[in-house]
T-cell receptor, first 118, second 110 residues
Framework: NAGVMQNPRHLVRRRGQEARLRCSPM?????VYWYRQLPEEGLKFMVY????????ESGMPKERFSAEFPKEGPSILRIQQVVRGDSAAYFC????????????????FGPGTRLTVT | RKEVEQDPGPFNVPEGATVAFNCTYS??????FFWYRQDCRKEPKLLMS???SGNEDGRFTAQLNRASQYISLLIRDSKLSDSATYLC???????????FGAGTRLAVHP
């Protein structure tokens, strides 16, 4: 059973370009979370999605950032017009259906995408 | 005030030492508590859950004090392979939104 997959693992963008980060959850998982880790800092929650629904986006910056988890295909975190401050590691995690309602289900993390903005 | 606060360290200890990490959280309504481990430039992995009654897993013991809003992790007989950053994690309630501390770095030397 493959774990959470993220691609690309490393992404370099110039200021003003768009970045698209992809996350394929573990098989059977329908909940996806995105976290950002700035250099020398802890992980910060960004957004929680289920298939075709954004459940909690309280950690998403108000502008330039968006996320989706379509019925088919991976979850996408999109950053428009990137700036140097967007340089970070972006981790995706997934958990099984029922997470939250029945208590804690472990979130399994992907290897992350390291975004560098030049 | 940060939601979850940890001493960043680093803690430099010899093999075989006992080391303890502490963490405080600000939201008294928080429901679930965990320690995660993160190796350099890798993804975090769940180490153990934390309960008021205490939780032991081999050389690792975690404790929760709800009254003081304080969480601890004790590592006995440290191994070189324990070198990592230890992340204190809280779920404030509702969905499984993880709130991470900035981490405490541990370096175990021969």
């Amino acid at each position: 059973n493959a774990g959470v997959m993220q691609n690309p693992r490393h992404l370099v963008r110039r200021r003003g370009q768009e970045a698209r980060l992809r996350c394929s959850p573990m098989k059977g998982h329908s909940h996806v979370y995105w976290y950002r880790q700035l250099p020398e800092e802890g992980l910060k929650f960004m957004v929680y999605l289920q298939k075709e629904n954004i459940i909690d986006e309280s950690g998403m910056p108000k502008e330039r950032f968006s996320a989706e988890f379509p019925k088919e295909g991976p979850s996408i975190l999109r950053i428009q017009q990137v700036v140097r401050g967007d340089s970070a590691a972006y981790f995706c995690a997934s958990s099984p259906p029922g997470s939250g309602a029945k208590g804690f289900y472990e979130q399994y993390f992907g290897p992350g995408t390291r975004l560098t903005v030049t | 005030r940060k939601e979850v606060e940890q001493d960043p360290g680093p803690f430099n200890v010899p093999e075989g030492a006992t080391v303890a990490f502490n963490c405080t959280y600000s939201n008294s309504a928080s429901q679930s508590f965990f320690w995660y481990r993160q190796d350099c430039r890798k993804e975090p992995k769940l180490l153990m859950s934390v309960y008021s009654s205490g939780n032991e897993d081999g050389r690792f013991t975690a404790q929760l004090n709800r009254a003081s809003q304080y969480i601890s992790l004790l590592i006995r007989d440290s191994k070189l392979s324990d070198s990592a950053t230890y992340l204190c994690v809280v779920i404030p309630g509702g969905y499984n939104k993880l709130i991470f501390g900035a981490g405490t770095r541990l370096a175990v030397h021969p």
